[in-house]
């Protein structure tokens, strides 16, 4: 069992580096690669992201809670918790087709969005309102209860910002902080940390602990610009993720 969890943690320690750096993508990493490489059932892994975000929320934000736009990080954050149970209630009334539309539209504009802003990666010149940040926290919300997706508004709103990256990077740890705070809490009271989750997140959570305390002390050479591209060129590969098999199913569903 030990051998076969070692691809996982592999995983979780990439990821756990990438978001200390960043201020996202740990989630969204482990679901891809895990899904992808069948390491895990989706149900199990979105349970566990919760779990590992949280350790990795115990080691990166520590120091950095004086250094954050408190007032957009209570803006993205009040958005985003109706959000997200909105965006899992939507999901129930859709018909497949419907929600492939909706997915296909939300993935085009993200990819859009990732895509200009990775051509020309500086900072707007001045901070966005509060209503935007809201905003970008109530999409998010919706992502999530839709697709699980919660990152690409939130990502986009922040590092287009006038901010110190260690701002933007604390501001994104800790809305996901709160989101896989509900989350888990949610899943608690569904009954769905079984012994066998927990045993995984006993083994995951150390690993990601050291992947964070190793991306806070040794950080890789990226200028803020660099940075900057790196962030909207995830989103680019995030919005082709969710555009293209939304594609794919709506063409075979009118071919049919």
Known sequence: MFAGALPMLAVMAAAGYFQTVTGFGLGMIVMGAASVL????VATL???VSLVTLANSAVALPGRMQRMDWPAVRAATLGLLPSVVAG????????????DLLQLLLGAVILYGGLGAAW???????????RSFFLSGVFGGLLSGLFGVSGPPLIFQFYRQPL??????????LVFTVSSTIRTLFSLSQ???????????????????????????F??????????????????????????????ALLRGGAA
């Open 164 to 173: 110190r990256l260690a701002e933007i990077r604390g501001a994104l740890i």
């Open 88 to 99: 899992a209630l939507l999901l129930d009334y859709l018909d497949r087709r419907a929600a």
């Open 38 to 41: 069948q390491l895990a059932p």
């Open 46 to 48: 979105a349970v566990l």
């Open 191 to 217: 009954g769905r940390l079984d012994a066998a989750l927990w045993l995984q997140a006993a083994l995951a959570v150390p690993v990601v602990a050291l992947a964070t305390a190793a991306a806070r002390r």
């Open 219 to 248: 950080p890789p050479p990226l200028s803020a610009g660099a940075t900057r591209r790196l962030a909207f060129g995830v989103l680019v590969l995030i919005g082709g993720g969710l555009a293209a098999p939304a594609l794919l």
């Open 120 to 130: 020309r990666p500086e900072p707007l010149q001045r901070r966005s309102s509060q």
